[in-house]
């Protein structure tokens, strides 16, 4: 009964939080849900599980808004989806922490923290490559062929967004020792690079990529901007951003936590 009280408090910040971006608009309804779940179980981990989530979420939602009618305009073409975050995007990125901080909860062992903060590092390197490098500009190569990319496909890569990706996993890893959470920033950090790499290859590779029947152009849109219908011509049937930001965060959980056992 000793944690009740906590949780509780918790759980009513978590909403708190989880109510402020629905009403910014950074969350969907089911998105805050979400999102107020995720929250609850890190407060019941423990205040630095809390905290290094709320840092990744005000981070990464800041870098979100900056700028968003510039980067708006410039990916209208191509992301599949936009604006506030839905359920699924907020579990596709969470997901991954939440295990960590339930298998923390059972366990105490400090290799679940790594896997945790390993899995936000991965999630915000992604994000602040993609907000940054969308906002800077500059045109992005295909990660792979280094063909140049219209602004927004998956799988593209910029100077400035790898930098922003650089940043991101070195500030949740910092965050991460700096608040307090039984990790180093140095795994942290190596979950981060590492989730955020995978994201962009699986981006380029297994992620569905369509082309507009009518204008041509490539695009993650089952309907085209242009009002145009569009038809699969790569990548997996099916596989959107969604599970290739899942299957990333967990790439970034899985090094960070293998990184920081083998250092003990
Ligand atoms: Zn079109």
Redesign the pocket.
Known sequence: MAAFVPVTVGAVVAAGIAGAAWRAGSLSRSGAAAAALLGTLAAAAGPAWAAVLIAYFVSSSALSRLGAARKASRTA?TVAKGGARDAAQVLANGAAFGVAAGAWLLTRDAVWAAVGAGALAASAADTWATEVGTWVGGTPRHVLTWRPLDAGMSGGVTVAGSLAMIAGAVVIGACAEGLGLPARVEPVAAGGLAGALADSVLGATLQERRR?E????L?EQVR?????D?RAVGGAGGVGNDVVNALATAVGAVTAGWVAARAG
């Open positions: 073409g507009c009518a204008c041509g152009a695009t085209h901007a242009c009002g145009g569009t």
